[in-house]
């Protein structure tokens, strides 16, 4: 039960999550008051977020999920519900803790100079979306937080908008994790269709849905869709190019966001779909398969890197990967044997990889360099860094009695098991792979200490004093390395308050975990001393691997997916040039025949359909003298409007069309069109008028003979389709159904006391349109007086 | 009632304002749309002399309302309008498209002074109103 001083803990959620938003909404406005103290701010809205999340651990760590919701769009059956599990609740600890740890760092981290709502409102953005993906109880909601997660992510990326390199690794994040979040979408929407149910808990309480699912046609690739959607944003597999790019972003950031919560978003649909696909062999060759891929690539490839922060980048993906293989560990009968392992690895890396980009941080921003090759022997001018840096080092690398070795442990042993059941040849191979990541990991991770500050003084590359960093900095760096010595050394609190729950949350079912530093001479144990003697001696040859990597890199430079990446994207690029060239010409007479062109094509096509002859045969010209008269006066006027040179001649013409079409409606029996026509035409020839005194005739355009003939040829063809629409409809097609009209004629008198039918209509039966007529007056009036107005201002 | 002279005249009326529309001088393209609404116009106006023969303005005789009008709006045979059955006998053009019409005058009265006060301006910035040379505005 829930103490009395506890909040609700559905309210405490929703806060948790929406308190970031609006806080973002409101940072601009209050950094005008504090200034740089914006900073302090935004921390405070993330511990206020921890201290809610923090509401719920009681409830949720007996072992009671917490699941309520708020109608939100009733019709596509979706609501704005909130299932907190231990799982949700141990990534929302996270993103919630190392935020308020990024966000005081960044006071220091961040040059004032900098444009500091901007940054602090899209860190709160961010932080608001990963709370509210990891308590989404349906699938939607989870989508949206999730895009939403990816969209902050660009923002972040490219905060430093003037680097080129900074937009390209944005856009290339953007791309892959937004892309692979359609990919998701589509595997929800087929989930939905499997299942009948976007809600999340139904799905997971009930075993015959589960079981229904798992024997489906669509079962596969639903599961794929949804794998490649984790995988582009954990940076798995062929996905895992653009963390690297992702460096580009202030240190924090990528501390923040691309080591400890957003890349673990994939990582958390996995285990958060764990229970619905797992125990199937699709699940361990997919999840399994990737994550052993990606481990060891992402952990060889990191060798070759010399910016620290790109070897943090591969080895967040490598350890992501970790992941990965351990929630893919499954069998029928023991569907989730490395869940628990995983889960615990999870928190231990948001941990010391957030500790570690914090020290490359601490390292760049008092050096200038991020360069390896330029760092080393700093050891003594930065002591506290140093042994911060170590710790969280050997944590990574797996050392006791730090938090990485005791989940490396349940890596190793949980590889064992999985190599147990498959038998055969993987009794070896699976726990040698195991081993072999962790002698990557062991690598690598030594030679960030090594390369930073141990070794020789690069003197010519260094600042002449190398200060240690302020203690805003120094204090969340050193406080991430205390909590991986405390959860290393007594594990049981983490366990029991965090790591039981979100097991429990992913298997749903009551675990019993028991983790200790000390277990005895296992094999698991061994497998770890032979990853510290294979580490030391691959670490020995480090420099020569790296080289080798270089040289066959220069030698294949296609075998690469960011290769693979670049031709894509610069081939899209150059498609849509030409596509947008081939459509945009920019010349409007190209735009104009090729409308011409349709109205004719599709003009034509229906006459030829309902009619077999194109000219009807019952034409009649039985027609009084005096219309005769007119009409031929009419083309006789509008082709002197054509051909006159001189405007005043023209526009002459023009108005006598003009008149003349205001006789013609008379004897069409439509006197008050005449009676306007007379009117418009009457102003319009004197708005005519008024403009050709102030545009004089300077330009008198010549028309070769073949635009002559080809615009002749156009306007022949416009002409022959209207002729051909009009003759076949007044004679051919017959009305399917009756005019609008009768209603109007017998409706005018009784209804709205009107003689004048089309007056009726106008006024009141359609007194809409007229309204919008009255609208498109005015606003070219306010438009003729702005241009007018405009005028001023340039002279 | 069909009227194959008028009908030709529309058609001569949009084929010398689509030849006009093709032009460079900006004055002779507004000049081109002026008698493309005309044909327009024209065109909407004389499908409504099909049906009756009186101009449609009610004079003296009271109209018997709704005798024999079925309305309906049965989407599956495609049908949206009241159906009017045979017998009720129309005796004045249609209304419908003189209202339509005077509403497009009107608009198009609008949209020429807009225009003409655009192409003002046109020539003040650019000292031009030939279309080819206005590439600034191409971006």
């Not at chain 1, 869709?225 to 950031?253: C, D, R």
């Not at chain 1, 990606?294 to 970790?322: C, E, H, N, P, V």
């Not at chain 2, 001088?25 to 493309?36: A, Q, T």
Request: overall charge neutral.
């Amino acid at each position: 039960m829930q103490s009395r001083k506890d909040m609700d803990p559905f309210n405490a959620i929703i806060l948790a999550i929406f308190f970031p938003f609006v806080a973002a909404l409101f940072v601009p406005f209050i950094e005008k008051g504090i200034k740089h103290r914006i900073g302090w701010f935004s921390a405070a809205i993330a511990l206020i977020s921890f201290i809610l999340i923090g509401q719920v651990t009681h409830t949720v760590a007996e072992g009671h999920a917490i699941k309520q919701s708020i109608t939100w769009l009733p019709s596509a059956g979706i609501e704005f519900g909130i299932y907190a599990d231990g799982l949700s609740m141990m990534i929302g600890f996270i993103a919630s803790g190392i935020g308020f740890i990024i966000m005081g760092y960044s006071n220091s981290y961040m040059s004032h100079k900098e444009d500091l709502p901007r940054y602090y409102k899209y860190l709160l953005l961010f932080m608001g979306s990963m709370i509210g993906m990891v308590f989404s109880s349906n699938l939607i909601q989870l989508f949206i937080f999730w895009e939403l997660t990816s969209i902050t992510s660009f923002m972040l990326i490219g905060y430093w908008r003037n680097k080129p390199a900074s937009i390209y690794g944005a856009t290339k994040s953007l791309l892959i994790t937004v892309g692979g979040g359609l990919f998701m979408l589509a595997g929800f929407i087929l989930l939905h269709s499997i299942t009948g149910t976007f809600d999340i808990p139904t799905i997971l309480q009930n075993p015959e849905i589960v079981q229904n699912l798992k024997v489906h046609p669509l079962f596969l690739i639903t599961l794929i869709l949804i794998v490649i959607g984790a995988s582009a944003k954990s940076a798995q597999g062929p996905f895992y190019i653009w963390l690297p790019n992702a460096m580009e972003a202030p240190t924090p950031v990528s501390a923040f966001l691309h080591s400890a919560t957003m890349v673990k978003a994939g990582i958390y649909l996995i285990a958060r779909m764990h229970p619905i696909f797992s125990g199937t062999d699709a699940w361990f060759i997919l999840v399994g398969g990737i994550g052993i891929f990606t481990m060891l690539l992402a952990g060889f490839l990191a060798f070759r890197q010399t910016d620290i922060k790109a070897i943090l980048a591969y080895s967040t993906i490598s350890q992501l990967a970790y992941m990965m293989t351990m929630y893919g560990y499954t069998s029928y009968h023991e569907p989730g044997i490395g869940v628990a392992a995983a889960t615990f690895h999870l928190l231990n890396h948001a941990i010391f990889k957030a500790c570690l980009f914090l020290v490359a941080g601490i390292v760049a921003h008092e050096t200038a360099t991020r360069d390896i090759r330029k760092l080393g022997g700093l050891r003594k001018e930065m002591p506290i860094t140093f042994i911060i840096a170590s710790i969280a080092a050997l944590a990574m690398a797996g050392v006791p009695p730090l938090n990485g070795f005791l989940s490396k442990e349940m890596f190793y042993e949980t590889s064992l098991e999985m190599g147990h059941i498959l038998g055969g040849p993987f009794e070896v191979l699976i726990p040698a792979i195991a081993v072999m990541g962790g002698v990557f990991t062991f690598a690598y991770s030594i030679k960030l200490i090594d390369g930073i500050f141990l070794g020789k003084r690069q003197d010519h590359h260094l600042p002449q004093h190398v200060h240690e960093a302020p203690l805003t900095m120094l204090i969340p760096a050193a406080f991430l390395a205390v909590l991986v010595i405390f959860i290393g050394i007594s594990p049981s609190t983490a366990v029991y308050y965090i790591i039981k729950p979100a097991t429990a949350g992913i298997l749903l079912e009551e675990v019993h975990l028991h983790v200790a530093l000390w277990h005895g001479f296992t094999t698991s144990l061994m497998m770890t001393i032979a990853t510290f003697l294979i580490g030391i001696a691959v670490y020995t040859k480090y420099d020569n691997i790296a080289a080798w990597q270089n040289r066959t890199n220069e030698r294949i430079p296609w075998f690469s997916m960011n290769y693979v990446y670049d031709k894509i994207v610069d081939g899209a690029k150059s498609r849509a040039g030409d596509f947008a060239g081939c459509f945009q010409p920019g010349t409007i007479k190209t735009y104009i025949n090729a409308m011409l062109l349709l109205f004719v094509i599709l003009g034509t096509i229906p006459a030829l359909m309902v009619a077999a002859t194109l000219i009807p045969d019952n034409l009649n010209f039985n027609v009084p003298a005096y219309e005769v008269l007119i009409l031929g006066l009419m083309i006789i006027a509008a082709i002197a409007s054509a051909v006159l040179k001189k405007y005043l001649h023209a526009i002459i013409a023009l108005s006598a069309v003009g008149y003349l079409v205001s006789l013609v409606f008379i004897y069409l029996k439509a006197p008050d069109l005449a009676m306007t026509q007379i009117l418009v035409e009457t102003l319009t020839t004197i708005i005519f008028l008024l403009v050709i005194v102030r545009v004089p005739q300077i330009f008198r355009e010549k028309i070769s003979r073949t635009t002559m003939a080809k615009d002749l040829v156009i306007a022949s063809a416009v002409s022959l389709t209207v002729l051909i629409l009009l003759l076949n409809a007044t004679h051919e097609i017959v009305y399917p159904l009756e005019s609008l009209s009768y209603y109007f004629v017998e409706k005018s008198l009784p209804l709205a006391g009107g003689h004048n039918i089309v007056n009726v209509i106008i006024v009141d039966f359609r007194g809409y349109d007229t309204l919008g007529e009255i609208s498109v007056l005015c606003l070219a009036a306010l438009g003729t007086y702005n241009l007018i107005s405009s005028r001023g201002d340039k002279q | 009632m069909n009227n194959t002279l008028l009908s030709i005249t529309i058609a001569l009326l949009f084929g010398i304002g689509t030849f006009l529309i093709l032009r460079k001088d900006l004055i002779k393209v507004v000049i081109g749309l002026s008698i493309l609404s005309h044909a327009v116009n024209l065109l909407i106006v004389s499908t409504g002399l099909f049906n009756g023969e009186k101009v449609p303005i009610i004079t003296g005789e009271h109209i018997e309302p709704s005798s024999g009008t079925i309305f309906t709006d049965d989407l599956a045979n495609s049908i949206l309008a009241p159906i009017v059955p045979e017998s009720a006998e129309m005796i004045y053009v249609d209304p419908l498209v003189q209202a339509l019409v005077l509403t497009a005058i009107v608009i198009s009265l609008a949209t020429t002074a807009f225009i003409l006060i655009l192409i003002y301006r046109i020539y003040e910035e650019y000292g031009t109103t030939d279309i080819s040379k206005l590439r600034r505005l191409w971006g």
